[in-house]
């Protein structure tokens, strides 16, 4: 796996009024600090990539219909460089998954509903100066291919 990336299945309890998981806890190791809160979604067939933070990590879950996330490593200093990982997460697979600084992200909507992500970052959004820098998801220098079907 990508050095300092974190996939983390989540326990769901469920009971004769629904379920219930939890996502982050301050008091695990995987927690850094609080940023915000806040839920995005991707409609089907839809690629959002690729994204990259140079401060934040991203800490996110998706809650509902299913992804297919990929990650590069184009960090210089890692020794994980020029690494992809790809996960299938959602209602299917509920993980969390923790994206450090510096690597490259997104995914595609794989199922036939609306995925819809929650995200607890660890900055808030600075709308003067975001942290976010992003390449075209088909036309870049990262070696990978979201029109296939993942293997």
């Known amino acids: 796996m990508i050095e300092g990336v974190k996939l983390k299945p989540l326990t769901v309890i469920p009971d004769e009024r629904g379920r219930l998981f939890e996502v982050l806890r301050c008091d695990e190791k995987l927690f850094k600090k609080f940023g915000q809160v806040y839920i995005t979604t991707t409609y089907p067939g839809i690629v959002k990539a690729w994204h990259l933070h140079k401060i934040q990590t991203d800490n996110f879950v998706c809650i509902s219909g299913m992804l297919r996330v990929a990650l590069y ?67 870049c220098e990262i070696p990978y291919d979201w029109e296939s079907i993942g293997y």
């Open 73 to 139: 490593d184009d960090r210089e200093d890692s020794p994980t460089r020029g690494r992809i990982d790809e996960f299938f997460v959602g209602e299917h697979n509920l993980s969390l998954v923790v994206i450090p600084p510096g690597v490259w992200h997104g995914w595609k909507c794989v199922g036939q509903k609306e995925a819809i992500v929650l995200n607890v970052p660890t900055e808030p959004y600075n709308h003067q100066n975001p942290d976010e820098y992003r390449l075209n998801p088909y036309h």
